[in-house]
């Protein structure tokens, strides 16, 4: 995270801007003087600061990633691309479902999606399995921009099944999240909440990069968390919705890498300060996409 150090050089104070990440498992920093007072426009300075330094470090490689990933798509059979992500969607699937404790195994969920074997596991999670499967098919075909419809229209899809008295509604009442020491907001706020999210994203769809881009529409809209459920089935995929939009390869976020998931979004959210889990997002999604790079 960026934070303003206070420094006492030769007798006079002087205010930096410092940065602490983590290169090759050394702490390494960067800083940014400010001179003898904090300039008013601190928050944009904050911003451009922070923006240099993810250019240096993080998104000449994502750039890397989806150029070599262009190219591999080019030379790939119609065919070699509809297994490919029909694979992905699998894994997807298991995964993001599992998240939010699905019963499923990798292999049930295969078999499911992919041979119509209906394994003997909780019949909601068959259906929502099923149902994610429709939805993400349908999120690769839809050649508009998100909007809030679109989305009221995934989770009803998702849930119609299973929970159909909330599938497709905005929640009414307060909600809590397990383990967690967030607070989501009060239902009263949620309209205002997701105007802002949307004039927000409108604002910076042209302008931040799309990696960027996917992280924050991600965990700007878990953190308003208008569902009673299927948040984060969602955040995630809008989050893949945005790095399909943008010829990105899209992101599975494992099971097994759930705890260092729900930290990094939890101390976001509790903190305010989406470095934190931006830098999560950043090195998963190289750490995934490793291939891309060579």
């Known amino acids: 995270m960026v934070s303003i150090r206070k ?34 426009d601190i928050d944009k300075i904050k911003k451009g600061f922070l923006f240099s330094i993810y250019n240096e470090n993080w998104l000449r490689q994502f750039d890397k990633i989806k150029e070599n990933y262009s190219k591999e798509q080019k ?27 699905s019963k499923l195994s990798l292999k049930d969920t295969a078999n499911l999606l992919e041979k119509g074997i209906t394994p003997k ?3 909601r999670d068959i259906k929502e399995a099923e149902s994610h499967k429709k939805v993400f098919y349908n999120m690769l075909k839809f050649d508009k921009d998100l909007s809030l419809q679109i989305i009221l229209y995934w989770h009803k899809q998702l849930f119609l099944e299973t929970k159909e008295d909330i599938a497709g509604k905005i929640r009414e009442h307060q909600v809590l999240i397990s383990g967690s020491k967030f607070i989501p907001p009060t239902p009263q706020k949620l309209e205002i909440f997701l105007k802002e999210f949307f004039n927000w994203y409108k ?42 939009k943008n010829k990105f390869p899209m992101l599975d976020i ?6 260092s998931y729900y930290n990094s979004l939890e101390r976001s959210q509790i903190k305010k300060d989406e470095t934190i889990f931006l830098n999560w997002f950043f090195k998963n999604y190289l750490r995934e996409n490793k291939k891309s790079l060579k």
């Open 7 to 40: 420094k006492l050089i030769k007798e006079n104070f002087y205010y930096y801007l410092e940065y602490s990440y983590r290169k090759n498992g050394k702490v390494e920093k960067k800083e940014l003087y400010l001179g003898k007072k904090i300039p008013k």
């Open 121 to 123: 596991k909780p019949l």
């Open 203 to 244: 604002k910076n769809r042209d302008k931040v990069h799309p990696v960027i881009l996917a992280a924050l529409i991600h965990l700007k809209f878990v953190t308003i968390h208008p569902f009673t459920d299927g948040n984060g089935r969602i955040s995630r995929l809008i989050m893949n919705f945005i790095l399909f």
């Open 75 to 101: 030379k790939a059979t119609f065919s070699v691309k509809e297994k490919e992500t029909e694979n992905f969607m699998i894994k997807f699937t298991y995964n993001t479902q599992r998240i939010e404790g």
């Open 254 to 259: 494992s099971y097994e890498n759930r705890n």
